[in-house]
């Protein structure tokens, strides 16, 4: 199986600004990689898919980049909305892994 | 309006059995892949099996195999999950997910709203 590794597990932001997401991965992956945005109690949205691809509806200050084995995401001007658990997880090959979370939450 | 919905969730004993189903609706079901997909309560996500379009191709995570059986039905646009010889560490919720395609190389686009399973004496 792949392992990823996600960092930070928490981070403390305020409203307006930039932050950064990391997922590294145990063995290369190409670009097969997505990033999901969950709230408490709902389900996951998919925001990104092929590492930088946005899925369709999610707002352009969601951004994603990198391939092989490291990935970032990027909020480049947080909202209100935007404080949630975001995962990163590999399609390449089975079984379909996630990183551990990152909980956004506001400072 | 792609939907998902969950259902047969429930309180179950150790080693008993519980079917999950997944209706779908708003697109055509038997043109994608789909998956389950789990979330112990506090913990993250874990991709629980895969089944292509056509049933041809089938995956599970190593935790579930052998005990867990994923199977759909073109025809009445629905997917299940037979659950047997259920474990306190498969409590979760557990959603159903669609790929975007019907290509292993391909992610989740849609979920379904969850349903709880609840392994327990």
């Known amino acids: 199986a792949i392992w990823m590794t996600q960092s930070p597990s928490l981070l403390s932001a305020s409203t307006g600004d930039r932050v950064t997401i990391s997922c590294r991965m145990s063995q290369g992956i190409s670009s097969y990689l997505a990033w999901y945005q969950q709230k408490p109690g709902k389900a996951p949205e998919l925001l990104i898919y092929a590492a930088s691809t946005l899925q369709s509806g999610v707002p352009s200050r969601f951004s994603g980049s990198g391939s092989g084995t490291d990935f970032t995401l990027t909020i480049s001007c947080l909202q209100s909305e935007d404080f949630a658990t975001y995962y990163c997880?590999?399609?390449?090959?089975?079984?379909?892994?996630f990183g551990q979370g990152t909980k956004l939450e506001i400072k | 309006e792609v939907q998902l919905v969950e259902s047969g969730g429930g309180l179950v004993q150790p080693g008993g059995s519980l079917r999950l189903s997944c209706a779908a609706s708003?697109?055509?079901?038997?043109?994608?892949?789909m998956n389950w997909v789990r979330q112990a309560p506090g913990k993250g996500l874990e991709w629980v099996s895969y089944?292509?379009?056509?049933?041809?191709?089938?995956y599970y995570a190593d935790s579930v195999k052998g005990r867990f059986t994923i199977s759909r039905d073109n025809a009445k646009n629905s997917l299940y999950l037979q659950m047997n010889s259920l474990r306190a560490e498969d409590t979760a919720v557990y959603y159903c997910?669609?790929?975007?395609?019907?290509?292993?190389?391909?992610?989740?686009?849609?979920w379904g709203q969850g349903t709880l399973v609840t392994v327990s004496s």
């Open positions: 997910a669609r790929d975007r395609g019907d290509y292993i190389w391909e992610t989740f686009d849609y």
């Open positions: 708003g697109f055509t079901f038997s043109s994608y892949s």
């Open positions: 997880q590999q399609y390449y090959s089975f079984p379909r892994t």
């Open positions: 089944i292509s379009s056509s049933s041809s191709t089938i």
